[in-house]
């Protein structure tokens, strides 16, 4: 659950992400396992405007103290190989042990990509595929259209921790939810990989 510097952008605004939490979730135990979090200053439009400042909770002093995209990218990169995630050999090549759960497409499909873009980082595969779960949700209860994060977790009568928007709060609801469904027997299937929707 990335969050971005611009939550309602105007036509060629520029996008860049001010935040990157991480929680790892063991299908085996249904636990978590260890979490990554850090705060991204941005390099580009480097001022947070007040509606990003108000939906998120990031103040302009989080964003100046923080490292940029450049730096959490290599930070989040070795947190996967700590836990044998991805190939020490090959940072673009997956292992396979793993997937990302999101709460709808954008974070994966859309702002890391164009991060790394406009980073000069090279996209590696194992960002390539994911697990929407609120669309994951709607297949396997053939429910009407989940409006996001706080609709499905109502839905599934899990509490909100934290604040919502702020994405470390976002991610450890993600994980609650993902939780719920292993709990419930539902397998977590891919819901998205590049070059074709599953």
Known sequence: EVNSSLKRPAPNDIWEIIEFPICLLSAETNT????????VRPSIKTTLNEVCISITGITQSIADCSPTFDIVW????????KHSLI??????????????????????????????????????EFINEFI?????????????RIRGMKDLL???????????????DDTKNITKIAQWFIEHKHPLKLTYKENGHK
């Open 32 to 39: 978590i396992i260890d979490v990554y979090h850090s705060y």
């Open 74 to 81: 290599e930070q989040v990169q070795q947190f996967l190989l």
């Open 87 to 124: 190939s020490l050999a090959d940072h673009n090549s997956s292992c396979h042990s793993f997937t990302w759960i999101t709460c709808g497409n954008w974070d994966l499909k859309t702002m890391l990509p164009l991060q790394l873009k406009q980073s000069r980082l090279d996209r590696p």
């Open 132 to 144: 929407n779960i609120k669309e994951l949700y709607m297949e396997y209860y053939s429910s009407t």
């Open 154 to 168: 109502k839905k599934l009568n899990l509490k909100l921790e934290g604040r919502h928007h702020s994405g470390i």
